[in-house]
């Protein structure tokens, strides 16, 4: 058997710096916030990238895609640059512990895209 999610997928500008609010509300029950974040690290570990600023979301927000609100508690935020000139996509490891009774490590993806 095969279990499969989707990855989302952010695109950035080569050379930029962003705030990233990655929505983790499906992955999480619905009385259950973010305790805390123990990562957000590049999978591929090619030591392009700079991610700083990690923590979870202190107020709710709408996502600009969907229009969806995100509850306090529900997203993992982080800031990300890249060291490249050039266009490349690299795959996020995200890890963060919940305030279920017992915890819940929850480990999730995300491709941060850097386009020309």
Same mark, same amino acid.
């Given at each position: 058997?095969?279990?499969?999610?989707?990855?989302?997928?952010?695109?950035?500008?080569?050379?930029?710096?962003?705030?990233?609010?990655?929505?983790?509300?499906?992955?999480? $029950?619905? $009385?259950?916030?973010?305790?805390?974040?123990?990562?957000?690290?590049?999978?591929? $570990?090619?030591?392009?990238?700079?991610?700083?600023?990690?923590?979870?979301?202190?107020?709710?927000?709408?996502?600009?895609?969907?229009?969806?609100?995100?509850?306090?508690?529900? $997203?993992?935020?982080?800031?990300?640059?890249?060291?490249?000139?050039?266009?490349?996509?690299?795959?996020?490891?995200?890890?963060?512990?919940?305030?279920?009774?017992?915890?819940?490590?929850?480990?999730?993806?995300?491709?941060?895209?850097?386009?020309?």
């Amino acid at each position: 058997m095969t279990c499969k999610q989707p990855i989302d997928e952010v695109i950035l500008t080569v050379g930029s710096t962003r705030k990233i609010s990655h929505n983790c509300t499906d992955a999480i $029950a619905s $009385a259950v916030t973010i305790a805390s974040v123990s990562g957000v690290v590049d999978d591929d $570990a090619t030591g392009d990238l700079t991610i700083a600023n990690v923590s979870t979301n202190s107020e709710a927000y709408t996502e600009q895609a969907t229009t969806d609100t995100v509850a306090i508690g529900k $997203a993992v935020q982080f800031t990300v640059s890249s060291s490249t000139t050039s266009a490349k996509k690299y795959k996020l490891k995200i890890t963060y512990t919940t305030d279920a009774t017992p915890t819940d490590t929850v480990v999730d993806f995300l491709h941060v895209c850097f386009a020309e």
